[in-house]
């Protein structure tokens, strides 16, 4: 082919590519609240969110199957997961990994959750592909846009899921979640969810989060809960897989106070600029008191007295719960 020719092509293609950079910046100027980037700053962070999905889903970018859908119920099942149990899947998507939970589970054990409406149309059209309504599988629009579970209210499920999720929620959120779901869990359930691991917080200014363990460690025991951080779990790209137990009879930690709405924080953290931390006293490896991080405006970290030998015996309940579950 003439070298003029090829000239021509990269010409062409370098003027298109100008003219839909330009057209991206005249629209993100006229039109604001409908630009996907700037989305995340004029809507609240769930509303932008569930937008940026809705989207996807028109596009097609968000139905293709991934490596990481097939991984989710052999996992499960080699934790207990059997036929007759309820699981619920918080932020069900469009059910690439539901699918195989409602074949595997029996009829009416399957429940999904879903912030996004065209996400769940998609979700719903695609069980009547797959041939699967006779499992009858339930799937709800989070409409409160909350992680309260006020849609389940008297239910309970065996076993919770929560893939992907927490990697695209900023810390409040995440508080409102493990602060609300022991109302919709029994003494036997089983809270599995993943996340970015780093040594601190970091976020990338639009919808992905990176934790430190010790985060998530930090809540569960401000809610009474059992946590242990899996190393197990075969996610292709390294997302670390958390399990979550109860730990005292239910009807006692319902009666703990919760908050009932999470504090709102402003989403324009930088990487360079973490968030404001407050630090507790908890006890280190040795038994010393060290720092932990926690999330600011909970002051129930710092009000809390922790003892070298009451942080014992939480130690020792937390690796027996562990190893029952394991």
């Known amino acids: 082919m003439p070298v003029g020719s090829n000239r021509k092509k990269l010409v062409k293609r370098t003027l298109r590519k100008i003219r839909r950079r330009w057209w991206q910046i005249i629209h993100r ?5 409908r630009s996907a980037t700037n989305s995340w700053e004029v809507l609240p962070y769930l509303d932008a969110y569930s937008a940026d999905s809705d989207r996807k889903v028109e596009k097609g970018s968000d139905i293709k199957e991934k490596r990481v859908n097939k991984v989710q119920l052999p996992y499960l099942v080699s934790n207990g997961l059997a036929p007759e149990h309820r699981l619920l899947d918080i932020g069900c998507g469009t059910l690439r990994a539901g699918r195989h939970f409602i074949r595997y589970l029996n009829a ?4 999904g959750l879903e912030l996004s409406p065209k996400v769940l149309d998609y979700a719903v059209l695609s069980v009547q592909q797959a041939g699967l309504s006779e499992k009858r599988p339930r799937l709800v629009l989070n409409a409160q846009k909350n992680l309260r579970f006020e849609q389940f209210a008297g239910e309970t499920f065996d076993y919770l899921l929560a893939q992907s999720v927490f990697t695209h ?21 089983v809270f599995f969810f993943t996340f970015h691991q780093g040594r601190a917080y970091q976020y990338d200014g639009k919808k992905s989060f990176m934790y430190p363990a010790s985060f998530f460690t930090e809540l569960a025991n401000r809610y009474n809960q059992v946590l242990r951080v899996r190393d197990d779990y075969p996610h292709p790209k390294g997302q670390k897989m958390a399990m979550l137990k109860l730990a005292q009879p239910v009807a006692q930690s319902r009666t703990n106070s919760v908050p009932s709405a999470p504090t709102p924080r ?20 040795d038994g010393t008191l060290a720092p932990a991080y926690g999330v600011l405006g909970t002051s129930s970290c710092l009000q809390r007295k922790t003892d070298v030998l009451g942080a014992k015996r939480d130690a020792e309940q937390i690796g027996s719960a562990c190893a029952d579950a394991s």
């Open 29 to 33: 100027s006229l039109w604001p609240s």
């Open 108 to 111: 009416g054990g399957y429940t």
């Open 169 to 189: 929620l900023p810390p409040e959120h995440i508080e409102e979640c493990l602060a609300h779901v022991p109302s919709i869990m029994h003494e036997g359930s």
């Open 266 to 285: 402003p989403h324009g953290w930088s990487l360079a600029t973490p968030p404001p931390i407050s630090k507790a006293t908890l006890p280190g490896p």
